[in-house]
């Protein structure tokens, strides 16, 4: 690796910083190899509660990194198409598959900008926090391009399919209210404050019943593409299991005797 991309566990908590400050953490080649060997090695880790992905410096992700992109004009049309689709197909797509297969949270935690696959990987979080001073668009039409990084199944099951094709047709920026808004992100906070909202976020769900938050994820996962009858058998599996845990007659005890449940994660 060539840590552009960071990978550290503290307390249970990993988080997958984008290491490219100096170029707002766009999106290089070599960045792509080392987001699958970290999110690789995210998913075998065994202690892990809450996942936190960020960007060093004043910002998440500005997008691909275009003087990078550039490199590969030498060649001709159809070398280009071969290229790009085996670089995505082989770094991109593993790297998404795994994060939305992971059973823990994964929050997104964005200051400045956001673009491009930057925006890709935040819509794929399960949460979103960011600054005030944040700025979002999907950059990709601008330059040519549709989408990658899973923005056309992310983005219109967020905002809507007539506002993703409007976000994705015409690549206009928007700022963090707007983000707000369009259910892109969850809270706006100061940016200052963004550090320690995060942490408390993260601590809320370490406190929770954390062996519940990849049964919900996989239930919301599944509901657009099964049908009613199965995504209601699904759900009665998910209760059952649920049901035989310790922290389910903790909840339960601890509402009846009035007090904060200490959900043990199991």
Same mark, same amino acid.
């Given at each position: 690796?060539? +840590?552009?991309?960071?990978?550290?566990?503290?307390?249970? /908590?990993?988080?997958?910083?984008?290491?490219?400050?100096?170029?707002?953490?766009?999106?290089?080649?070599?960045?792509?190899?080392?987001?699958?060997?970290?999110?690789?090695?995210?998913?075998?880790?065994?202690? /892990?509660? /809450?996942?936190?992905?960020?960007?060093?410096?004043?910002?998440?992700?500005?997008?691909?990194?275009?003087?990078?992109?550039?490199?590969?004009?030498?060649?001709?049309?159809?070398?280009?198409?071969?290229?790009?689709?085996?670089?995505?197909?082989? %770094?991109?797509?593993?790297?998404?598959?795994?994060?939305?297969?992971?059973?823990?949270?994964?929050?997104?935690?964005?200051?400045?900008?956001?673009?491009?696959?930057?925006?890709?990987?935040?819509?794929?979080?399960?949460?979103?926090?960011?600054?005030?001073?944040?700025?979002?668009?999907?950059? %990709?039409?601008?330059?040519?391009?549709?989408?990658?990084?899973?923005?056309?199944?992310?983005?219109? =099951?967020?905002?809507?399919?007539?506002?993703?094709?409007?976000?994705?047709?015409?690549?206009?920026?928007?700022?963090?209210?707007?983000?707000?808004?369009?259910?892109?992100?969850?809270?706006?906070?100061?940016?200052?404050?963004?550090?320690?909202?995060?942490?408390?976020?993260?601590?809320?769900?370490?406190?929770?019943? =954390?062996?519940? %938050?990849?049964?919900?994820? =996989?239930?919301?996962?599944?509901?657009?593409?099964?049908?009613?009858?199965?995504?209601?058998? +699904?759900?009665?599996?998910?209760?059952?299991?649920?049901?035989?845990?310790?922290?389910?007659?903790?909840?339960?005890?601890a509402f009846l005797e009035k007090r904060k449940p200490g959900f043990r994660g199991a």
């Open positions: 690796m060539a +840590n552009t991309v960071l990978l550290d566990v503290a307390n249970r /908590v990993a988080t997958l910083t984008l290491n490219r400050p100096a170029q707002l953490n766009a999106l290089s080649t070599e960045m792509m190899e080392d987001m699958l060997v970290a999110v690789r090695k995210l998913r075998d880790l065994n202690d /892990v509660d /809450v996942v936190v992905i960020t960007g060093a410096g004043e910002h998440f992700m500005a997008g691909g990194d275009l003087k990078d992109f550039a490199t590969q004009f030498h060649l001709g049309p159809e070398e280009r198409r071969e290229a790009f689709g085996a670089v995505i197909k082989k %770094y991109i797509n593993p790297s998404v598959e795994i994060l939305q297969s992971m059973p823990q949270p994964v929050i997104a935690k964005v200051r400045g900008a956001c673009a491009g696959f930057g925006l890709s990987l935040a819509l794929g979080c399960d949460l979103a926090l960011c600054s005030d001073n944040a700025k979002f668009t999907t950059a %990709y039409s601008a330059i040519g391009l549709p989408a990658d990084g899973g923005m056309s199944r992310f983005l219109p =099951r967020v905002v809507g399919s007539r506002k993703a094709m409007e976000l994705l047709l015409l690549g206009e920026r928007f700022d963090a209210a707007e983000a707000l808004r369009l259910g892109i992100v969850n809270r706006v906070v100061a940016a200052a404050e963004l550090d320690a909202e995060t942490a408390a976020l993260v601590t809320r769900l370490q406190n929770g019943p =954390r062996h519940v %938050y990849g049964e919900i994820k =996989r239930l919301l996962a599944s509901s657009f593409d099964d049908k009613f009858e199965l995504q209601l058998q +699904n759900e009665a599996e998910a209760f059952a299991r649920c049901s035989a845990t310790g922290d389910f007659v903790e909840g339960i005890s």
